[in-house]
């Protein structure tokens, strides 16, 4: 009998093994290469894989981290973001190289997962350069020209800051509000035709109620990677409270703008127009069609109050801040202001050019505390390369303004210290330094740089600047006085929010008229700008 013969078992060839062992080791060497930095880039913080620096990124205060390491690598460096390139520049003559003078290339934002959740892709902060946005900013810059805003909106202005000094005169305690009521108020009439005529309004307060989450849903470190790793985009929503801090604020502004935009088209319903930027585009939209959805076009008038109130309330507030703190300052500037007006006047923007200590102050409050801490990203649409370094092409352009403006290494000296003294050659407005090709002669860059400067530049300077030099002409700013022990009460110059929005924290103030004379003259100019409210009411 002939027994069955076993056949042998079928066996992979070791080749095939040594093919598949290379893939799975190239695979995981791809992986743990995510986070790595391109040799030929900037230099910068060691990474780990996969992480790169992400575990090096605070929850809050980015901005002080980002100065240590501009120290360490030099003004051009590379932070990684898992695989997603960020080029920080704390250096002017990089920034004037490739935001500036490559304007264009560098125009672009980096694409922002939160950013659409906050705004749908409707708000010209996070969103890209596309035509929408383009259309935005061209909107907004027009209408914010020097030109028209001298013209149009200087009465306004004018009278809503000499109800501000009314204010700090019979209600000292809520100068807090009162700033924030003044500018919301302008930029409000400007846009809507309405005044605010007390915080408590809506037109005095709808701006801040807006961005009240804003800030904190998007300031670097503040959630999850979701850019760099999309997966996490994908987790619920319930379980995630960044989500639903976004989903907030989004709500609050969606609310905000929709209910501006339908009051004033209930009051042009009744028949009445007003001279205002919302009548002006729905008057045009009207005859040629309107190129915005209706959410992209609430969101175009909310921006617009957006840049024009909150950033420069927050500003004056330093300002209000540093002053408390240095009366000597307050001195110095009315050794320009009192020859001029004396008692029987308030200072106006005429007096611009004869006072300007006034001006310093304005730069130096931008300087010193910025209100956007970290800038806002550019990113750059081609490939590019900065003294052989290279940039490759969609990374994530910084420009850290704290980190700059705190740097002694760029001519800042002391910078930790509130010092209008260090603009005494610098007699002109920001706008006129932005731009030239003398680099080294800016400023400061609180409004941003390149192509995607805040077109709201020259209403915040000019309202700065009124509200500065009427409040140092009417009153003494000093620290609280301690009720029990007479001694003032020291503020604290970094007590800020937290957040891509860099406000002080409520404060508190001692605000003196400066003699009887100064109030009478601010009574009789406030009589004189009542007169004007009724129209914006």
């Not at 304007?103 to 892709?121: E, F, N, V």
């Not at 209000?320 to 703190?325: K, P, Q």
């Not at 930790?416 to 002109?428: A, G, M, Q, S, V």
Request: proline share 8%; with cysteine; hydrophobic share 35%.
């Amino acid at each position: 009998m002939i027994g069955s013969i076993a056949m042998p078992a079928p066996t992979i060839p070791n080749a095939i093994y040594t093919v598949i062992y290379t893939v799975l080791a190239y695979g995981v060497y791809r992986i743990l290469k995510i986070g790595s930095r391109d040799p030929r880039m900037p230099p910068g913080p060691p990474t780990i894989p996969i992480l790169g620096n992400l575990h090096q990124i605070p929850i809050t205060g980015l901005y002080k981290q980002i100065r240590t390491w501009g120290n360490q690598y030099g003004g051009v460096f590379t932070l990684k973001f898992g695989p997603n390139n960020v080029i920080v520049l704390c250096d002017r003559k990089a920034v004037h190289d490739l935001v500036d003078k490559k304007g264009l290339m560098y125009a672009d934002r980096p694409h922002s997962y939160i950013g659409d959740l906050l705004t749908l892709g409707d708000h010209m902060v996070v969103s890209s350069g596309d035509p929408i946005t383009r259309m935005k900013r061209k909107v907004a810059t027009h209408n914010l020209s020097p030109k028209i805003i001298d013209e149009k909106l200087a009465p306004t202005q004018e009278a809503e800051i000499t109800q501000l000094t009314y204010d700090f005169l019979t209600k000292p305690e809520d100068f807090y509000r009162h700033l924030r009521r003044t500018t919301a108020s302008i930029a409000c009439t400007f846009v809507f035709g309405q005044r605010g005529p007390t915080y408590d309004s809506f037109w005095g307060h709808c701006v801040y109620e807006a961005l009240q989450k804003f800030g904190e849903a998007l300031e670097p470190g503040a959630n999850p990677p979701v850019d760099e790793f999309p997966f996490l985009q994908y987790w619920p929503t319930r379980f995630s409270s960044w989500k639903k801090r976004a989903l907030v604020s989004r709500d609050a502004m969606d609310r905000i703008w929709g209910d501006a935009r339908r009051f004033v088209e209930e009051r042009r319903k009744k028949g009445i127009k007003r001279d205002c930027l919302a009548d002006q585009l729905l008057d045009e939209y009207e005859k040629k069609g309107n190129p915005f959805t209706q959410h992209a076009f609430d969101m175009l008038l909310g921006e617009i109050v957006e840049g024009g109130a909150e950033t420069t309330s927050s500003s004056l507030l330093t300002v209000v801040l540093a002053l408390a703190r240095n009366p000597a300052i307050q001195e110095r500037a009315r050794k320009e202001i009192d020859p001029i007006c004396g008692s029987e006047r308030s200072p106006t923007w005429s007096d611009f050019e004869s006072m300007p200590y006034v001006n310093c102050i304005v730069k130096e409050g931008m300087r010193f505390r910025p209100v956007i801490s970290t800038g806002l990203p550019h990113k750059n649409a081609e490939e590019d390369e900065y003294e052989g370094m290279l940039i490759p092409k969609g990374s994530t352009i910084l420009l850290p303004l704290w980190a700059i403006h705190h740097s002694e290494r760029l001519g800042y000296t002391d910078p930790d210290t509130f010092n209008p003294d260090r603009y005494l050659n610098h007699p002109k407005l920001a706008s006129e330094y932005a731009g030239r090709p003398e680099y080294e002669e800016r400023d400061h860059y609180g409004y941003g740089s390149g192509r995607r400067m805040c077109p709201g530049i020259h209403l915040a300077e000019r309202n700065q600047w009124r509200m500065i030099a009427k409040l140092i002409w009417a009153f003494d700013i000093t620290e609280p006085i301690d009720p029990v022990t007479g001694k003032k009460i020291p503020l604290d110059p970094d007590a800020y929010e937290t957040g891509l929005l860099h406000a002080p924290l409520p404060f508190k103030a001692s605000i003196k008229v400066r003699s009887p004379a100064h109030e009478a003259t601010i009574r009789r100019e406030m009589e004189t700008a009542r007169k004007s409210f009724p129209q914006w009411e």
